[in-house]
């Protein structure tokens, strides 16, 4: 990803924090201007169950999709009313529901455990700041937390990436450090790495990409895997060659239904017209040594603009893909890594936009949803886009145009509901749209904010999360 983007998000990232302090300031530690309680935590060993939503993209094969939950409805998505909203946080980060709480980390380093009823802080610990260095502006948590069960004691286990540099194993009753383990360690001075990706976990172990805090400085972009019960690292794969910088793995980890990893990888060296390794690749590892199986790399020659790959990879039947910052999503062939179909969603990422074609789209089982960037439609023009698409080919269903770009991967319920922000800098209010599935049809403009994190239908609710606010969501009774 540019490092120019990257500089002005962690700018807008750093304003936002400072404003909703001052906020907090007056309004107290809890919502509504009260402090809440923390209630007592009792031992948890439940497991995630499927009314959660357990991690990023709601699991390894990252449907963002959650058929059991149907609460939410095309018919009461207009009348929705705030459950709870804690106004003192800033949020990259999505959350992370089970065990009737929410996880998340802040852009200020916090981790937090929300109650899922009350909002209340159930719990909190410091993750740490990468320093303010070329990238500009301290920042803190962004990956994704997902919550398992741990192989050994039974108990529900936060598994979350944090700004100093390392992976932690946090006890979900109330967040003490279980394990903690080093993915790569930051500068003290300056803008090296950070932890964008999210854990994956899938057969007792835990996936997590590496790679640059910006692109000013690249640093070589890698995956790890570690043991889910200890911690410790079992395989480390390098995406560029030795003694070359790039690469990275700004993306999460996915795992297809037959075990095989997949990564998505971002901009690399080039010799001539060549990109090195497996830079803006679609990329196969095995499971358990992380050796490489196949890849799919971007053709042709180097072009003006990043064509990398910002987005997670998504599983739908045979075939395994991503959006390009190019604009374009690639469905690639998982048997022998051969593109299957592309498709334009958006306008490629340029310097006068700030939206990508970074999100993720939603699988059902049967058709494809996308959030994305500029597209025309009966000859007027959009900033950003929802759109339905056949999965087998990629063939257009419906479009629904946005004033704004979308990065952030949009979510569904089984009642057939999208969930949608934009995170853009374009003339209108960035917002989080509720959309019906079966049409395009914009159901609610839900709530104002750059809208970076994914939201996610749970346990009855939806929670959203922005560079403003977290909200939970109910119908209206």
Same mark, same amino acid.
């Given at each position: 990803?540019?490092?120019?983007?990257?500089?002005?998000?962690?700018?807008?990232?750093?304003?936002?924090?400072?404003?909703?302090?001052?906020?907090?300031?007056?309004?107290?530690?809890?919502?509504?201007? &009260?402090?809440?309680?923390?209630?007592?935590?009792?031992?948890?060993?439940?497991?995630?169950?499927?009314?959660?939503?357990?991690?990023?993209?709601?699991?390894?094969?990252?449907?963002?999709? #959650?058929? @059991? +939950?149907?609460?939410?409805?095309?018919?009461?998505?207009?009348? *929705?009313?705030?459950?709870?909203?804690?106004?003192? $946080?800033?949020?990259?980060?999505?959350?992370?529901?089970?065990?009737?709480?929410?996880?998340?980390?802040? @852009?200020?380093?916090?981790?937090?455990?929300?109650?899922?009823?009350?909002?209340?802080?159930?719990?909190?610990?410091?993750?740490?700041?990468?320093? !303010?260095?070329?990238?500009?502006?301290? $920042?803190? &948590?962004?990956?994704?937390?997902?919550?398992?069960?741990?192989?050994?004691?039974?108990?529900?286990?936060?598994?979350?990436?944090?700004?100093?540099?390392?992976?932690?194993? *946090?006890?979900?009753?109330?967040?003490?450090?279980?394990?903690?383990? &080093?993915?790569?360690?930051?500068?003290?001075?300056?803008?090296?790495?950070?932890?964008?990706?999210?854990?994956?976990?899938?057969?007792?172990?835990?996936?997590?990409?590496?790679?640059?805090?910006?692109?000013?400085?690249?640093?070589?972009?890698?995956?790890?895997?570690?043991?889910?019960?200890? /911690?410790? !690292?079992?395989? +480390?794969?390098?995406?560029?060659?030795?003694?070359?910088?790039?690469?990275?793995?700004?993306?999460? &980890?996915?795992?297809?239904?037959?075990?095989?990893?997949?990564?998505?990888?971002?901009?690399?060296?080039?010799?001539?017209?060549?990109?090195?390794?497996?830079?803006?690749?679609?990329?196969?590892? @095995?499971? !358990?040594?992380?050796?490489?199986?196949?890849?799919?790399?971007?053709?042709?020659?180097?072009?003006?603009?990043?064509?990398?790959?910002?987005?997670?990879?998504?599983?739908?039947?045979?075939?395994? /893909?991503?959006?390009?910052?190019?604009?374009?999503?690639?469905?690639?062939?998982?048997?022998?890594?051969? *593109?299957?179909?592309?498709?334009?969603?958006?306008?490629?990422?340029?310097?006068?936009?700030?939206?990508?074609?970074?999100?993720?789209?939603?699988? #059902?089982?049967?058709?494809?949803?996308?959030?994305?960037?500029?597209?025309?439609? #009966?000859?007027?023009?959009?900033?950003?886009?929802?759109?339905?698409?056949? @999965?087998?080919?990629?063939?257009?269903?419906? +479009?629904?145009?946005?004033? +704004?770009?979308?990065?952030?991967?949009?979510?569904? =319920?089984?009642?057939?509901?999208?969930?949608?922000?934009?995170?853009?800098?374009?003339?209108?209010?960035?917002?989080?749209?509720?959309?019906?599935?079966?049409?395009?049809?914009?159901? !609610? =403009?839900?709530?104002?904010?750059?809208?970076?994190?994914?939201?996610?239908?749970?346990?009855?609710?939806?929670?959203?999360?922005?560079?403003?606010?977290?909200?939970?969501?109910?119908?209206?009774?």
């Amino acid at each position: 990803m540019s490092g120019s983007q990257f500089v002005t998000r962690r700018w807008r990232v750093a304003s936002a924090t400072a404003a909703v302090a001052a906020v907090a300031l007056l309004a107290g530690a809890g919502w509504g201007g &009260v402090a809440a309680a923390a209630p007592s935590q009792p031992a948890v060993h439940r497991g995630p169950t499927s009314a959660d939503w357990a991690g990023y993209l709601n699991g390894p094969q990252h449907t963002s999709y #959650n058929p @059991a +939950e149907k609460t939410i409805t095309a018919a009461n998505a207009a009348k *929705l009313q705030t459950r709870w909203e804690r106004i003192d $946080i800033s949020f990259l980060a999505s959350p992370t529901v089970a065990d009737g709480s929410v996880f998340v980390g802040s @852009a200020d380093g916090e981790f937090y455990k929300f109650g899922l009823k009350h909002g209340a802080t159930q719990a909190k610990v410091f993750l740490g700041l990468v320093p !303010k260095g070329t990238c500009s502006d301290p $920042i803190g &948590v962004a990956d994704t937390a997902t919550v398992a069960v741990d192989p050994r004691s039974h108990q529900d286990t936060v598994y979350v990436g944090g700004a100093d540099g390392y992976l932690h194993a *946090l006890n979900a009753s109330n967040l003490t450090q279980r394990w903690k383990s &080093v993915i790569a360690l930051p500068s003290k001075t300056g803008s090296t790495y950070f932890d964008w990706s999210s854990p994956t976990i899938a057969n007792g172990v835990i996936y997590i990409g590496v790679s640059s805090d910006c692109s000013n400085p690249l640093v070589r972009g890698a995956v790890i895997a570690y043991s889910q019960a200890t /911690g410790k !690292k079992l395989a +480390e794969t390098y995406m560029v060659p030795a003694g070359r910088v790039g690469g990275g793995v700004w993306s999460s &980890v996915g795992v297809a239904p037959g075990g095989d990893v997949y990564a998505t990888v971002g901009s690399g060296p080039m010799t001539g017209n060549v990109r090195l390794g497996h830079s803006e690749s679609i990329v196969k590892l @095995a499971p !358990k040594t992380l050796k490489v199986l196949g890849a799919w790399q971007i053709p042709g020659p180097p072009v003006s603009y990043d064509t990398d790959f910002g987005a997670s990879p998504v599983f739908f039947g045979p075939y395994v /893909g991503a959006c390009n910052k190019d604009g374009i999503f690639y469905a690639v062939r998982q048997s022998d890594m051969k *593109l299957a179909w592309q498709r334009t969603i958006g306008v490629r990422y340029n310097s006068a936009v700030l939206a990508e074609c970074s999100a993720t789209p939603v699988y #059902n089982g049967k058709d494809l949803f996308f959030g994305g960037t500029g597209v025309k439609i #009966n000859g007027k023009s959009y900033r950003g886009s929802v759109q339905e698409r056949v @999965a087998s080919s990629g063939k257009l269903v419906w +479009e629904t145009g946005l004033p +704004e770009g979308v990065i952030g991967s949009p979510t569904m =319920d089984g009642a057939g509901v999208i969930a949608v922000g934009t995170f853009d800098d374009g003339p209108t209010t960035n917002q989080t749209y509720l959309v019906k599935a079966a049409n395009g049809k914009i159901l !609610k =403009d839900l709530t104002s904010g750059e809208d970076w994190s994914q939201s996610v239908f749970a346990d009855g609710v939806l929670v959203t999360a922005n560079l403003g606010d977290i909200i939970a969501w109910q119908p209206r009774t």
